[in-house]
């Protein structure tokens, strides 16, 4: 089980830390991603990261801002966000590839075969 917490109200400008944790099993050897998804909108990659935490992508309108981290002995995935901007509201879901651990394709949605529970983010002032 994955479950993502950390969402909330924020002003534009200000941060948050997103998390993932994992539950049930160890996730720590598989490529875990962020997805958002805004009302009306599709689902779009943010972010991802390697099993080992040695490699990490980023979308190109989040590079710069967010980082994506992990830390397997604790089974979790945090997204930092840092100069929040009124479109990154959206709902916020973590997933894992627990098919490949080879980096390639981890913007793509079906690279994931298991989803967690999504967190909110609202970005307004």
């Known amino acids: 089980q994955l479950q993502a917490s950390g969402g909330g109200l924020v002003q534009p400008g200000d941060s948050l830390r997103l998390s993932c944790a994992a539950s049930g099993r160890t996730f720590s050897r598989y490529i875990m991603g962020w997805f958002r998804q805004a009302p009306g909108k599709e689902r779009e990659f943010v972010a991802a990261v390697s099993w080992t935490g040695g490699n990490t992508y980023y979308a190109d309108s989040v590079k710069g801002r967010f980082t994506i981290s992990r830390d397997n002995a604790k089974n979790t995935v945090y997204l930092q966000m840092n100069s929040l901007r009124p479109e990154d509201t959206a709902g916020y879901y973590c997933?894992?590839?627990?098919?490949?651990?080879?980096?390639?394709?981890?913007?793509?949605?079906?690279?994931?075969?298991?989803w967690g529970q999504g967190t909110l983010v609202t970005v307004s002032s």
């Open positions: 997933a894992v590839n627990r098919v490949s651990q080879v980096f390639v394709n981890v913007q793509t949605p079906g690279e994931y075969d298991y």
